[in-house]
């Protein structure tokens, strides 16, 4: 696949680094497997349950949590597994994070009443659940700052964040002129990046509000305080030092990357854990004509689904790795709503040698 990329940058062909990604293969077997940043070496670790169930590291412990009827977890390059079970028909969606100051998996947790959800704090030493109910009006997580203790959730009108020591309680909100589909906590802690139609720069402890672009979603912040999103489903861009506008950095060249009206499959760039490497995901579409159009149409009348333009074109989706050291990208065929970064088995084995 052809990139389209800003001056300076240069795509290359795909390429191991020290490290491996993580992630919930799309295919129908629902498997959690790593692979390569070359995307030439598989393994398999275990089911993973829902393709877009969270995932949580443990990097001291090179292990992996996963929400499958409860919580799993695999050892990342040891056969091992762990299973921790709910009661209450609890399960964790959207967000599953593991709090490296103790042996605690945050998570937010969906019950048998859709009006009510909870954050939940799993004990991985003796696996006791302990979950507070979320205000009405919490709808979404968003962001966590584990260091901080503190979690951002998007809200029918904007976006609260909640303090996690002690009772949960409020301890900022903000009114936003469109729904909060992504956020992200600066390293500082002083300002808040929102995104959904545009994004919007939020000082928590003035109530600042600033307009930063009027198109982007999905935020996400580097180790040296720059703000990247997602411009459209096919093109990621970073904003400019001065944050008087921004610079698209890297975008799929062959397809149609304009927004559709079939819902968003961008998601936030990830990180590598030194900061070196970022994991994008770009999607493309290419409207449907002569007999694809006809066995789409057809495909439609004999399940009695009507047509629309979600069946009117083939999406195409690429994992993106963007080297920021050597400014180099590239990309592979692939889509997964989470993934995450991991040590390569190379460097884990360096490091068990040494241990």
């Known amino acids: 696949m052809e990139l389209s990329l800003s001056d300076g940058w240069t795509q290359v062909e795909p390429r191991e680094t020290q490290f491996e990604l993580l992630m919930s293969d799309q295919s129908m077997g629902q498997r959690l497997i790593t692979t390569n940043t070359a995307f030439t070496e598989q393994r398999d670790l275990g089911f993973s349950g829902g393709t877009n169930c969270p995932l949580a590291v443990d990097r001291a412990l090179d292990r992996v949590y996963v929400s499958v009827d409860g919580i799993v977890g695999y050892g990342i390059h040891e056969a091992q597994q762990l299973e921790f079970k709910f009661a ?12 490296a100051s103790g042996q605690e998996l945050l998570m937010h947790l969906a019950g048998g009443d859709p009006r009510q959800s909870f954050i939940g704090r799993l004990d991985l030493e003796n696996g006791h659940l302990r979950k507070v109910s979320l205000p009405a009006e919490a709808f979404f997580p968003l962001d966590l700052n584990a260091q901080q203790n503190k979690v951002l959730y998007s809200t029918p009108g904007g976006a609260t964040i909640y303090d996690l020591r002690g009772p949960l309680h409020a301890i900022a909100a903000v009114d936003l002129p469109f729904q909060a589909t992504g956020g992200a906590f600066d390293a500082d802690d002083v300002r808040v990046i929102l995104g959904g139609i545009g994004l919007v720069d939020w000082r928590p402890e003035s109530g600042e509000l600033r307009r930063l672009c009027e198109r982007g ?10 703000v990247w999103f997602s411009v459209s489903d ?14 698209v950095i890297v975008e799929l060249a062959e397809f149609d990357i304009s927004d559709g009206k079939d819902g968003s499959f961008a998601q936030p760039l990830v990180f590598s854990p030194d900061g070196r490497y970022g994991l994008a995901e770009l999607t493309g579409r290419r409207e449907l004509v002569g007999t694809e159009l006809e066995e789409a149409e057809a495909f439609c009348k004999r399940v009695g689904q009507p047509f629309s333009d979600l069946h009117r074109y083939k999406h195409h989706h690429y994992f993106c790795v963007l080297d920021f050291l050597a400014q180099d990208a590239w990309c592979s065929e692939g889509y997964a709503q989470n993934t995450a970064w991991i040590a390569g088995r190379a460097v884990a084995d360096r490091v068990s040698g040494l241990a």
């Open 88 to 99: 209450d028909d609890l399960h964790a969606v959207w967000m599953l994070e593991h709090l």
């Open 217 to 226: 979603s999905c935020p996400a912040i580097d180790k040296d305080g720059s």
């Open 234 to 247: 096919g093109a990621l861009a970073r904003l400019r030092g001065d944050e008087t506008g921004y610079e």
